[in-house]
């Protein structure tokens, strides 16, 4: 059972930083490329950022410059660290991991981040 469990989602004042993180269970995180999706309410969920196997990134257009996606391998986990943040950067996160042809994606439940003053 593959299980991804995310957290570091908050209320943040504009300008301010938060770090995700999402834990995975089982053996699939190191052959999975990694990512974070966000859903505002009334939007199509789309795509943050991404990391593969050998740790390419690559980032939606709106984020680049300010958001920074990693992975520690040993640890499972795979992090989003997001400075600047914007009101429009208020949504839902989800963790999903894609093991491409070595089975189906999952997701985690999602974290809330909210940016306001």
């Known amino acids: 059972q593959v299980q991804l469990v995310e957290s570091g989602g908050g209320l943040v004042q504009p300008g301010g930083s938060l770090r995700l993180s999402c834990a995975a269970s089982?053996?699939?995180?190191?052959?999975?490329?990694m990512g974070w999706y966000r859903q505002a309410p009334g939007k199509q969920r789309e795509l943050v950022a991404r990391i593969s196997i050998g740790a390419v990134t690559n980032y939606a257009d709106s984020v680049k410059g300010r958001f920074t996606i990693s992975r520690d391998n040993a640890k499972n986990t795979v992090y989003l660290q997001m400075d600047s943040l914007r009101p429009e950067d208020t949504a839902t996160y989800y963790c999903?991991?894609?093991?491409?042809?070595?089975?189906?994606?999952?997701w985690g439940q999602g974290t809330q981040v909210t940016v306001s003053s």
């Open positions: 089982g053996s699939i995180f190191s052959i999975s490329v």
């Open positions: 999903n991991a894609n093991p491409l042809m070595y089975g189906p994606a999952y």
